[in-house]
């Protein structure tokens, strides 16, 4: 066990070193943040300050989520090709773990999302959380994290066994930040696209989290908690088959470094 | 000349093929497809969250005509990049081909591209949102439709040449992508941007083709865009124009420097 921890802390290690040194983190975690959060604000304050919640925390959950899945992801495809890639599912230690670590240092890297998106809100339109309920946030920011850890490591195989993978996740979001309400309620999707909106965990983390930033808010929130960390850990589950699944078939098909 | 024609007509045949050479039809699918209709749906719903579901058609139409962005700022500074991250910017440089027909074709090709996005996101505008064209200056449209995916080639062409010394560029791609649609008045008028800004805007291209094509769409005659549309042409000259030094400077540093070949 010890080695195991030792191997994802070596991960983690490394992937955050280069994460400092990479203009592509920086890109997800400051610049695309600030930009959608510049929207957000401009568009939601258009008719007064009653959304603003939205564009004060919207700019960040997206540069989180962007951060957390599509570079904690895209570090799979980086060792594809820098050649590494066939290393890390040779060694004896499982590649979920190497995952881990590298996803939990994307997650930590994407939580500064929010600092220069508040920052933008606050200096920029003088914007600020209507009524934070800080013990409610604190949670619904943890239950978020980890509904974002379990999808970026549960969805880490298919960018290992497949190219186009990342490419086709990329399509998809700005779909992913309607279909998860990150910057407005999914109550403004067609009512036919509701259903799979409910079927993701970062949907009810979401919604706990901007109900604990904002007066009016009614629902419940703890319900919302456990809805987003019972999805996750249907995901978890998905996944374990997932990596056996991809490990095997690296393994047969010898195909990791061309899929 | 029929053959610098002709190599230029090649040139801007494989810059296509060689530019979604990384795709599966899957993510050429994705990229095309998907991300323009997901870019147009998230913005209106975001828009009618706001402001009110009458105001669907104003987001609807802004990112539709900023989709040839995708092509005309991704696709040109992909252009240069790709040559660099696949070692051929060296015998690009090497090669005696005309530099201005080379540098053109680099564009011209994401012209047609544009154009192509921007008709496609205004038939998803169409399917979901029930714009009316009816009542629109098609003609007139047409015309805005491709004026801006000039114009943004251009601002793309200028960005594209620091691919030439410079690793990274399509980061700068994405920051001008993304950047567009604060500026140039796609989800929200530009006259709520700062004094400082607006002036950015005015600079940029796609802001004033953006309310021209507005125009178009509620029935204006040419005469009243005609002053929008040639600014916005100037803008997009100046850029190439820019870009067109800029490249044929960083050309020389580039060979100079060996920068061409470090990755």
């Known amino acids: 066990m010890r080695s195991l921890i030792r191997a994802a802390w070596r991960s983690f290690e490394m992937s955050t070193r280069l994460r400092v040194v990479s203009p592509w983190a920086y890109l997800n975690w400051l610049v695309f943040p600030v930009i959608f959060a510049a929207i957000g604000l401009f568009v939601l304050t258009s008719s007064g300050y009653a959304r603003v919640a939205y564009g004060v925390l919207g700019g960040g959950v997206i540069g989180f989520w962007s951060v957390t899945y599509l570079d904690g992801g895209n570090s799979i495809q980086e060792e594809r090709w820098n050649g590494t890639l066939e290393q890390i599912f040779a060694v004896p230690t499982p590649l979920v773990v190497i995952v881990i670590g590298k996803i939990l240092g994307s997650l930590l890297l994407g939580l500064l999302a929010f600092i220069p998106t508040v920052g933008l809100a606050y200096f920029g339109f003088h914007a600020v959380l209507p009524a934070l309920d800080p013990l409610r946030f604190a949670v619904s920011l943890g239950v978020l994290s980890f509904s974002f850890f379990i999808i970026a490591v549960a969805l880490t195989p298919l960018f290992a066994i497949s190219r186009s993978a990342f490419t086709v996740l990329n399509g998809l979001e700005l779909g992913v930040y309607g279909l998860c309400g990150f910057m407005f309620p999914v109550s403004q999707l067609p009512q036919w696209l509701q259903p799979i909106s409910y079927a993701l965990s970062p949907t009810w983390a979401t919604r706990a989290l901007y109900a604990s930033a904002t007066p009016s808010a009614s629902g419940d929130i703890a319900g919302w908690w456990l809805a987003s960390i019972g999805l996750s850990a249907l995901y978890l589950v998905v996944s374990v088959a997932l990596y056996r699944f991809v490990e095997v078939r690296a393994r047969v098909s010898g195909e990791l470094a061309l899929a | ?263």
């Open chain 2, 1 to 263: 000349m029929t053959q610098s024609l002709a190599a230029f007509a090649r040139s801007t045949w494989l810059q296509y093929v060689a530019l979604f050479q990384w795709a599966t039809p899957l993510g050429y699918f994705a990229y095309k497809v998907v991300l323009p209709v997901t870019q147009i749906v998230f913005f209106v719903q975001l828009g009618v969250f706001a402001t009110g579901p009458g105001n669907a058609l104003y987001f609807a139409l802004g990112n539709s005509l900023q989709l040839t962005a995708n092509s005309g700022i991704f696709g040109v500074i992909a252009t240069v990049s790709n040559e660099r991250q696949y070692g051929t910017l060296p015998l690009l440089l090497g090669s005696p081909a005309n530099r201005l027909l080379t540098f053109m074709s680099r564009s011209f090709v994401n012209v047609l591209d544009g154009i192509v996005s921007v008709v496609f996101g205004l038939v998803v505008t169409a399917i979901l949102y029930g714009l009316d064209l009816r009542t629109a200056n098609l003609p007139l449209l047409g015309l805005c439709i491709v004026v801006i995916s000039i114009t943004t080639a251009g601002l793309g062409l200028l960005f594209g040449s620091l691919g030439l010394v410079m690793r990274d560029s399509i980061i700068v791609a994405n920051v001008v992508y993304y950047g567009l649609l604060i500026l140039c008045g796609i989800n929200f008028p530009v006259s709520r941007l700062p004094d400082a800004l607006q002036v950015v805007a005015y600079s940029l291209p796609l802001t004033r083709g953006v309310m021209a094509a507005r125009e178009a769409v509620a029935g204006a005659a040419f005469g009243q865009v005609a002053g929008l549309l040639a600014g916005e042409l100037l803008v997009g000259a100046v850029y190439a124009g820019l870009g067109y030094a800029l490249f044929r400077l960083l050309e020389g540093w580039a060979r100079r420097g060996g920068l061409q070949e470090a990755y």
